[in-house]
């Protein structure tokens, strides 16, 4: 194909992306109870995380503890707020909800450029970034999110001062906390990478686990300012599981290396 015949077919494929997007958008538009109830669900105190780890405790014998509580109230305070949320929060969904069809029409795009044994690792890597991203917003709704909602949203310098939360704000928050968690759950993908380069090693790693755990915990803190060793357990564990993962994958590419 002529380089115009190339950009003609990528004109095709973002052409249909966008309509399968703005169809998905549609949908969630219009599913916006259903939409709503659950991005709204973290906020609240019977949370099924903060239930779900009471039943853990009680199972294994501690009954004195007891998540307390708490209602925060959210407000919009602009005329177009609730609607300009919905309509941007319909469009990060939708976008989540077809990124599967997009990633399959981009590699499709992209594939016949590549070898066979560049095709076959390129599958896997774009598998497992898209899962651990997935993962990474699922432990930012379930985990990270409600813990810190629960400690800002709370905080209080003073009785007579009470919370209100805008809808700007929890939207904005919760966004930025699910990229940024699906972006630091790539870092297997990225060790998997620099392993096949050469650059780093299983023994690299092993020997800083220590300073990693302890990077992990100072940035489990900063999360969760001032919680009890529950949350800070909650939020350091996953990212800790991660730096393990990373160690795992990179010796069995060095294994596969050496045969």
């Not at 599913?31 to 779900?52: G, Q, R």
């Not at 014998?61 to 941007?88: C, P, R, W, Y």
């Amino acid at each position: 194909m002529t380089f115009g015949g190339h950009l003609e077919v990528l004109r095709q494929i973002l052409f249909r992306i966008l309509g399968v997007s703005c169809v998905v958008s549609i949908l969630v538009f219009c599913c916006k109870e259903i939409t709503w109830n659950i991005l709204l669900a973290p906020s609240e105190w019977d949370f099924v995380t903060y239930s779900l780890f009471e039943k853990v405790l009680h199972a294994v014998g501690i009954s004195g503890f007891g998540f307390d509580e708490f209602h925060v109230k959210l407000i919009a305070t602009d005329l177009s707020s609730q609607f300009m949320n919905h309509l941007v929060t319909s469009i990060y969904f939708g976008l989540l909800a077809a990124s599967p069809y997009i990633l399959y029409e981009l590699f499709h795009f992209v594939s016949p450029a590549l070898f066979y044994n560049e095709r076959k690792y390129s599958v896997r890597i774009v598998i497992a970034v898209y899962f651990l991203f997935i993962v990474g917003i699922l432990i930012n709704y379930f985990i990270l999110f409600p813990v810190s909602f629960r400690f800002l949203g709370t905080y209080s310098v003073s009785e007579r001062i009470e919370s209100t939360i805008t809808l700007d704000s929890y939207v904005s928050t919760f966004m930025t906390l699910s990229l940024l968690m699906g972006v630091v759950f790539q870092f297997p993908v990225v060790s998997f990478v620099l392993a096949k380069m050469g650059i780093v090693n299983a023994p690299m790693l092993i020997k800083y686990r220590k300073h990693a755990f302890l990077i992990i915990l100072i940035i489990a803190a900063i999360i969760t300012p001032g919680q009890d060793i529950v949350s800070l357990s909650l939020v350091s564990f996953p990212l800790y599981m991660l730096y393990e993962l990373s160690i795992l994958i990179i010796k069995r590419v060095q294994i596969k290396r050496c045969s």
